[in-house]
């Protein structure tokens, strides 16, 4: 995808639906996401939007796929060169503690990841074959 030459850049325009890519500016890491707006018609004439106000927090992207089987939290992937592998989390690893609650779901799991926020350090307590590891994974 090419760069957006401002913040909102035009993508399609349908006779309901307006898509348009955006990119914040985070260091290091340009996000290219998709942003829709849906407009009620009126007849054949779109209705105005006057105002739209979008807010959200950005979370790291940590490289690790998290599953669940039973009660039983682990790792099921890691991406390459992600912050999880460059802090040394592994596939297999029984996930026991994130940032000092034990998550009990997947649910869990991905919400105590999420509150993580960029400049912080994410601590996970994992267990590898039956020896417990304490890994920092510092999100930048």
Same mark, same amino acid.
């Given at each position: ?7 909102f ?7 309901? !639906?307006?898509?348009? #890519?955006?990119?914040?500016? =985070?260091p290091?890491?340009?996000i290219? /996401? *998709?942003?829709? $707006? ?47 592998? !460059?802090?040394?989390? #592994?596939?297999?690893?029984? =996930? ?5 609650? /034990? *998550?009990?779901? $997947? ?20 267990r ?13």
């Open positions: 995808m090419t760069e957006p030459r401002s913040l850049e035009k993508r399609s325009i349908a006779p309901q !639906s307006f898509k348009t #890519a955006f990119r914040l500016p =985070v290091n890491e340009p290219d /996401a *998709p942003f829709w $707006l849906s407009i009620g018609v009126k007849g054949s004439a779109p209705l105005s939007v006057k105002s739209l106000t979008v807010s959200g927090r950005l979370t790291p992207l940590f490289g690790v796929g998290i599953d669940v089987r039973g009660d039983t939290v682990f790792v099921s992937k890691v991406v390459a060169k992600s912050l999880a592998e !460059s802090a040394g989390v #592994a596939e297999g690893d029984v =996930v026991q503690i994130i940032n000092g609650e /034990a *998550p009990k779901s $997947l649910k869990e799991a991905m919400s105590l990841l999420g509150k993580v926020a960029f400049g912080e350090t994410a601590t996970l307590v994992v590898r074959a039956g020896v417990e590891k304490t890994i920092q994974i510092k999100c930048e």
